[in-house]
């Protein structure tokens, strides 16, 4: 049974940096796309950035490109998204995902433009006041 936590969330001036985890337990496969993706009340859930643990490649949104960093800790089993200049609009709950897959089929994407993921953790809020 795979369980994604988030941990890490906070409220923080404008500017400031924040480094989330997503700790990944029963996750053994080291084939799998995962994710962070951001909900803030009345908007629709959007993906923030992915990281393929298969080859380490990673994605992001524009709105936090050049901002933002995915990594995962094989060792520890988790995943992080260090955050730097953050802006009110990142304030959100933001949540990890995860798809392990056997082998990339021709339909496989792994980027913040997916959306179908085998797994969820519960979130972790993120505040910047404006």
Do not use: H
């Amino acid at each position: 049974q795979v369980q994604l936590v988030e941990s890490g969330g906070g409220s923080l001036q404008a500017g400031g940096s924040l480094t989330l985890s997503c700790a990944a337990s029963g996750l053994t496969s080291n084939r799998a796309c995962m994710a962070w993706f951001r909900q803030s009340p009345g908007k629709e859930r959007e993906g923030v950035a992915t990281i393929d643990i298969g080859d380490g490649d990673t994605k992001y949104a524009d709105s936090v490109k050049g901002r933002f960093t995915v990594s995962k800790d094989n060792a520890k089993n988790t995943l992080y998204l260090q955050m730097n200049s953050l802006k009110p609009e990142d304030t959100a709950m933001y949540y990890c995902a995860a798809a392990p897959y056997l082998k990339r089929g021709r339909n496989y994407s792994c980027g913040p433009e997916r959306r179908e993921f085998d797994y969820w953790g519960q979130g972790t809020q993120v505040t910047v006041p404006s």
